[in-house]
């Protein structure tokens, strides 16, 4: 302690200058650009003029595909694939992933051949026919009574129900005997499938709700689910379904379908006709009734 108050510690020069106050000092500016994302975290939305007129050509685009009258093939598969993409939750509700396949293609083809109104018609079977075979699934499983898949349809039920109805849609689009038959190929494409859908829904709601079965043949009574088998309340449903999907094939529906339980009572699962499988039925079933409304349209036409 002696020693350091004899010697002073020597101050450093620059320690020995005036201080001055900061606010004195030149400081420069350095302007940095920011926009409104810097300060409030949130990134500004694209300009719009870059962005919107390029959706709206692409939504113009689709509208035209869709609105395209005649229908074309085109049309016909943007329409198909946007309706498949947005309705897959429930088509899979309905339809295997083969069996989609299948509709899908089915789509097309009607499109192409009736335009959206074809497609509404593939459309409103579908829908009515997956609620029918719907309703107390799980009573027609516990009498092994249920379509298989837990009622899901495969391609071969989706080429059953629609054979004659894709061949009248073939023609249509060839356009077969000219347009005088044009009336003709689209009465046999709705035939087609108010006949299957009198004889899905007829079936579905018989094995659900008939009280008394009989088989078609003999009139005699059967256990719900037996091939060839008919209800009053499966009937009446069916008429119902199919006066909803298309009246002009109403009585051409119930004549087919009667058809239909016949050849199941009769031939169906007999030695001699192992081939004679529900696919095969269904498409003899469905060829019946598009026959019998367009010979009935003729008759019409000739009187």
Known sequence: MASACLFPRQMSPLLSLPLRPLHHCAVPRIRVPYSRSNVCGTPLPPPKAALFPELAALQGSLLDLVRASPPTWNSAIASNLFVFIV????????????????????????????????FLIVAAYFAIATAA?????????????AEKRGGRRGPGSVVG????????????????????????????????????LTDTVSSEIGKAYGKTTYLATTFKVVPRGTEGAVSIEGTVSGVAASIVLAGIAYSM?????????????????????????????????????????????????TN
Do not use: H, Y
């Open 253 to 301: 529906g119930q004549i087919a379908n009667f058809g239909e339980s016949l050849i199941g009572a009769t031939l169906q699962d007999k030695d001699s006709f192992q081939w004679l499988n529900n696919d095969v039925v269904n498409i003899i079933n469905i060829s019946i009734g598009s026959i019998l409304a367009m010979l009935l349209q003729l008759l019409i036409l």
């Open 87 to 118: 309705g897959s939750p429930i088509l899979l509700s309905g339809l295997t992933i083969s069996g989609m396949g299948s509709a899908f293609l089915l789509g097309i083809l009607s499109w192409r051949a009736f335009g959206p109104s074809g």
């Open 161 to 196: 129900s629609s054979a004659s109805a894709c061949v009248c849609a073939l023609l249509s689009i060839n356009n077969m005997c000219g347009a005088l038959f044009a009336r003709f190929w689209q009465l046999g494409f709705v035939a087609c499938f108010c006949t299957k």
């Open 133 to 145: 075979t719907k309703l107390k699934i799980a009573q027609k499983e516990a009498l092994g009574i």
